[in-house]
């Protein structure tokens, strides 16, 4: 069980409608605080502050060049400014060796993998009412950053979609820990392509997930606190080695797992 205490925010008639920390750039996090309650608006993406007035916002991998703000409380829109999104650069990366199955899988595992899509759209429809990305978040594990957020990828010669995780080398067996409280809402050993899974919702739709666990230590439905044991890097599912891939998405749009690392909610208390 999770219990964070803080004080609810009354905001001046001088302070403006709401208070973020972090960056507007591609990719990137922001947590804001505002009054209990407000409806938050990014662009299209509309979410609403819990009780203490926090919200979590995310930019896509490719967002567009202006981003758009907005706070409506009680019925009124009290805070509209439209911000500049940094751009960013993403590498290029070449990946031979893999099984072609796991390229282009064949017909008779394609049941399989439909069924697999489902729970996992499931998964990142969550919107748990908690907050555990107040607390701020670590890193999952420690081991060399073999491949950074937004790189696109070529599989055996073949262009895939763009990486949208970190990967992070270590050793099988090396510890996975939750970067911030949350509610797990995929755990699972043995699914196709990432092996074992893990999903984790920070709350209000900011989920994060953890591919080719060696093991998977939580049930579906468990909340987990900041740097509780889940499982342990492997090489299970499409892995050429042992790593850990760490992904954040929020209401469909990719975020940067690293982007999370920045953000200091502790300066809007």
């Known amino acids: 069980m999770i219990t964070v205490l803080v004080t609810a925010l009354t905001l001046a008639s001088s302070d403006p409608a709401i208070a973020c920390d972090g960056e507007h750039r591609q990719g990137g996090v922001l947590v ?18 819990n009780a203490d007035g926090w919200v979590i916002l995310g930019h896509d991998r490719d967002a567009p060049e202006e ?20 751009p960013a650069e993403y590498d290029i990366q070449r990946i031979d060796g893999l099984p072609p199955a796991m390229v282009s899988p064949p017909p008779e595992v394609l049941e399989r ?4 899509g489902v729970r996992k759209r499931q998964a990142h429809a969550s919107r748990w009412e908690g907050d555990g990305f107040i607390s701020g978040f670590i890193q999952p594990t420690e081991g060399r950053i073999s491949s950074r957020f937004g790189g696109q990828r070529v599989y055996n010669g073949e ?11 270590a050793p099988t067996g090396t510890p996975v820990l939750a970067p911030a409280g949350g509610i797990v809402r995929l755990a699972d050993e043995d699914m196709y392509f990432e092996g074992g899974l893990i999903f984790i919702d920070h709350g209000q739709g900011f989920n994060s997930a953890y591919l080719h666990l060696s093991d998977v230590r939580v049930e579906e439905g468990d909340v987990v606190e900041q740097g509780q044991l889940i499982g342990h890097v492997g090489s299970t599912g499409r892995s050429t080695g ?28």
């Open 113 to 116: 993998i439909r069924a697999e």
């Open 242 to 269: 042992p790593h850990l891939c760490w992904r954040i998405r929020w209401h469909g749009r990719n975020v940067d797992p690293f982007a999370t690392l920045d953000v200091q909610p502790d300066e809007l208390r």
């Open 67 to 86: 981003t758009r703000l907005r706070v409506q409380i009680d019925g009124e829109w009290v805070f509209d400014e439209r911000y500049d999104v940094a």
């Open 159 to 169: 262009p895939r979609t763009p990486h949208y995780g970190v990967d992070i080398a």
């Open 32 to 49: 804001c605080r505002t009054e209990p309650g407000a409806t938050v608006m990014l662009d299209e993406v509309e979410t609403r502050a």
